[in-house]
């Protein structure tokens, strides 16, 4: 039985964060709404309980029973966790004076305390809350104090239960790691098994058990994603796997011919299908981008199915979901962001089930079941790419002479971004084409009024959070040159300098 690390999630920002943290430390772990403890899970060693956009003292903050997990297992209460947990069993939450939020240092450490077994004193840590703990419960003591936070740290003398109010899991809290290792590993006695090999080992097994002598139709888009799930479902169960790539016109610069050579030599069946002229004329004139994504995610439907029904005898349908996918889908708090492309069911009429080997991975863990496969790195390490691709990139109605425009100029950006050493630095790049905006221009003695392209170019983990990456400006000169003087139609380009929060990284 896999050990299991429960996330519970009261709507943060870094949730996921926290499991991809554990993880890290080769333990698996699941991430759920707050409300939905697995009381009769047996392979559960521990809970975490994240932050949140709530004080404990709103209305509609979010509660747990906290007796659930209490006693059976190590709990660990991170920022409103550990709020929540004081204001529960007798502490007070109060609102601070002034927002805490930023760097801080530990300046008092109780270093017997397992949860801080080889820290340092004065240790950095992040904050980010507006209300402070001002007393914790009577059976507690204090573990960690900053200078404007006594009950930065708080622990349990009866209970295994710790709290903290910063944040272990983001970058700035310098032996966050640390802290996170000392409670999943020692306290809750993780035996550290989950690894891409165990996994990939484990999920073939579990494939073959599933699926039998089935078919199995996987839609393939060419990222890393389905790539790695065809390759998983082709070990498991070899040409009883069919593959489509549907082209809808508004993939990168050659990329369909050259994704199926990729696919070819790694000798899975795939079927493409260039129905680009469908999703073109559907997508005339609009210009709405949730509108653009639905129209993109009904017309795939249809040319999938459509090709997908000519496999009389196939009953499964495989997808390259993945873990974060799903948690955005739970959404607690009932806002839709974007849709998204690959999660939500089956088309009724496909009457099929559904197969998804890996809706436990993250994205990066994705890429280390790839290399365990021995698939080739520069798939491994694509960028991860839009479903509905160029479409969301170009703002503004769609169209085929548009699309080759913005082909043109994120040809030239991709291909710099590998000449210069740039690509595996960047977690995500493309270039957008403004086509509902024109600026005045001149190019030799005549004036122009033509579209500009914006680049955009991240650096991240998991997406969730992003800040714009500091190319080398030499390099953003030579790629502004080539495309104002090889692309008809651009006569100004911009560098995106905006993270994630507060904007997206994609425009639409």
């Known amino acids: 039985m896999t050990q299991k690390i429960i996330i519970l999630d009261f709507g943060s920002q870094t949730t996921q964060l926290i499991g991809r943290r554990v993880r890290e430390l080769d333990t698996f772990c699941e991430i759920l709404p707050?409300?939905?403890?697995?009381?009769?899970?047996?392979?559960?060693?521990?809970?975490?309980?994240?932050?949140?956009?709530?004080?404990?003292?709103?209305?509609?903050?979010?509660?747990?029973?906290?007796?659930?997990?209490?006693?059976?297992?190590?709990?660990?209460?991170?920022?409103?966790?550990?709020?929540?947990?004081?204001?529960?069993?007798?502490?007070?939450?109060?609102?601070?004076?002034?927002?805490?939020?930023?760097?801080?240092?530990?300046?008092?450490?109780?270093?017997?305390?397992?949860?801080?077994?080889?820290?340092?004193?004065?240790?950095?840590?992040?904050?980010?809350?507006?209300?402070?703990?001002?007393?914790?419960?009577?059976?507690?003591?204090?573990?960690?104090?900053?200078k404007d936070v006594k009950n930065a740290a708080f622990a349990s003398t009866k209970q295994p239960i710790w709290a903290v109010q910063f944040h272990p899991e983001v970058f700035h809290t310098l032996q966050g790691t640390q802290l996170l290792k000392n409670f999943v590993v020692d306290i809750c006695g993780s035996k550290q098994e989950w690894s891409a090999a165990s996994f990939v080992e484990t999920t073939v097994a579990e494939l073959k058990a599933q699926l039998g002598d089935d078919r199995v139709i996987l839609g393939l888009s060419g990222g890393v994603d389905s790539s790695v799930a065809a390759v998983l479902l082709n070990k498991a169960i070899g040409n009883r796997l069919t593959c489509i790539f549907v082209d809808h016109g508004m993939l990168r610069k050659n990329e369909f011919t050259q994704v199926m050579e990729d696919y070819k030599v790694l000798g899975l069946n795939v079927i493409g299908v260039d129905a680009s002229e469908k999703f073109f004329s559907d997508l005339a004139g609009v210009t709405d981008p949730e509108q653009k994504r639905k129209i993109i995610g009904r017309d795939f439907v249809e040319v999938f199915n459509a090709e997908a029904k000519k496999i009389t005898d196939a009953k499964w349908l495989g997808q390259g979901t993945i873990y974060p996918d799903r948690i955005e889908s739970l959404n607690i708090t009932g806002k839709v962001i974007k849709s998204h492309h690959n999660v939500g069911g089956l088309p009724k009429e496909m009457h099929l089930q559904l197969c998804e080997p890996l809706k436990w991975l993250f994205k990066d863990e994705v890429r280390r079941v790839g290399r365990q496969l021995g698939m080739p790195e520069h798939l491994i390490t694509r960028h991860p790419f839009p479903g509905p691709g160029l479409a969301v990139r170009i703002l503004g109605d769609i169209t085929r002479e548009k699309v080759q425009i913005l082909q043109d100029a994120d040809d030239i950006y991709i291909r710099g971004l590998r000449e210069w050493g740039l690509y595996d630095q960047v977690w995500q790049a493309g270039a957008i084409l403004l086509s509902t905006v024109r600026s005045v221009g001149v190019m030799g003695d005549e004036r122009t009024y033509e579209h500009p392209v914006a680049l955009r170019a991240v650096t991240s983990t998991d997406a969730m959070t992003a800040d714009w990456a500091h190319l080398p400006y030499e390099f953003l000169a030579k790629v502004s040159n080539e495309i104002i003087n090889k692309v008809r139609g651009v006569n100004r380009v911009c560098y995106d300098i905006s993270s994630k929060p507060p904007a997206t990284i994609e425009w639409e």
């Open 34 to 146: 707050y409300n939905k403890f697995p009381m009769d899970d047996p392979s559960v060693i521990g809970v975490i309980l994240s932050g949140s956009p709530y004080s404990v003292h709103d209305p509609e903050a979010f509660k747990v029973d906290l007796s659930q997990f209490v006693g059976r297992v190590p709990v660990l209460g991170i920022c409103y966790g550990a709020q929540f947990i004081s204001h529960t069993l007798g502490g007070k939450v109060e609102k601070a004076d002034s927002r805490e939020y930023g760097r801080a240092n530990l300046e008092t450490i109780n270093l017997d305390n397992p949860l801080f077994k080889g820290f340092e004193k004065g240790s950095q840590v992040w904050m980010s809350h507006g209300d402070t703990i001002t007393a914790i419960p009577s059976d507690f003591e204090v573990i960690g104090s900053t």
